[in-house]
């Protein structure tokens, strides 16, 4: 009697197992005929393990796992930093922004790579080189439009920076030929300028500002506050200048601007890019 009723447990897990085959195999065929490429979505042979490994356990059960000393499983996960602002610096009012981009992958952007310039995204920063001095500052652009806003990025200048190796801020922006550029050079001072689609116009020439922190392998925040026609430009959280234009005064679009004056193949380390939409 007992080895019968051993035989009829063995046969019906035997069942239960040809089923559960069955079911993962019907499961496989359905994501892999409607996977599309991007983020969601897509059937990933992780994704289809992990579907089989559910529906076993669920037949058969799964053992206690063996704790392996020092495994990252067994430890609590790693706080998220959050940064923080002296009392006088403009972010510490600001609260979370309304968008960031930690460049964790390239969803935002059209990266390119030509004979003047070059965009990469990895390892959490957004890398953008000037291949050759001596040419006309480059930019490029993401696809959000706003046109009251607080705007800042951070970036960390290479080994070798020097002069008016430049970088910044590129913003209201009807498209790629139009819009404002804001930045800091390695000498340490500001520019705020216009490119209207034909004309290069400076509209606050290269300012030195001590909230600027000039050379080699330095991080600077670059903010630009706009309301309508009214500019404040911003290095580290401090106010450096004000100035008006009303040009291109909508919701545009913004993104990074760079430019070498003697160094080959320039490349600034953005880690942040984030905005406060102001009401």
Not at 13 to 30: Q, S
Request: aromatic share 12%; charged share 20%.
């Amino acid at each position: 009697m007992e080895n019968m009723e051993k035989q009829n447990r063995n046969m019906a897990l035997t069942i239960v197992a040809i089923v559960a085959v069955l079911v993962i195999l019907a499961l496989v065929c359905a994501l892999a005929g409607r996977a599309a490429p991007g983020m969601e979505g897509t059937a990933t042979a992780d994704a289809i393990a992990t579907q089989v490994a559910l529906t076993v356990t669920a037949s058969f059960g799964t053992p206690a796992p063996t704790p392996t000393v020092g495994s990252t499983a067994t430890q609590p996960p790693a706080p998220t930093p959050t940064a923080t602002f002296a009392p006088d610096d403009l972010r510490a009012g600001l609260g979370e922004p309304h968008w960031r981009d930690a460049f964790d992958n390239d969803a935002n952007w059209t990266l390119y790579d030509t004979t003047e310039s070059r965009t990469e995204i990895g390892n959490g920063f957004l890398y953008y080189t000037m291949k050759q001095p001596q040419e006309p500052s480059n930019w490029t652009i993401t696809r959000p439009e706003i046109r009251n806003f607080y705007l800042e990025a951070t970036a960390t200048t290479p080994g070798q920076c020097s002069g008016k190796d430049r970088y910044g801020l590129f913003f209201r922006a009807p498209d790629e030929n139009h819009g404002y550029l804001f930045g800091f050079s390695c000498d340490g001072m500001f520019r705020l300028a216009k490119w209207d689609g034909q004309n290069f116009e400076v509209l606050l020439d290269w300012t030195p500002n001590g909230a600027i922190r000039a050379g080699a392998n330095q991080t600077n925040r670059v903010g630009v506050w706009l309301e309508d026609d009214h500019f404040r430009l911003y290095a580290n959280g401090v106010l450096l200048a004000e100035y008006d234009d009303d040009q291109f005064n909508g919701r545009n679009q913004f993104g990074f601007h760079i430019g070498s004056e003697n160094t080959a193949n320039f490349t600034v380390a953005f880690d942040e890019l984030v905005y406060w939409e102001l009401e």
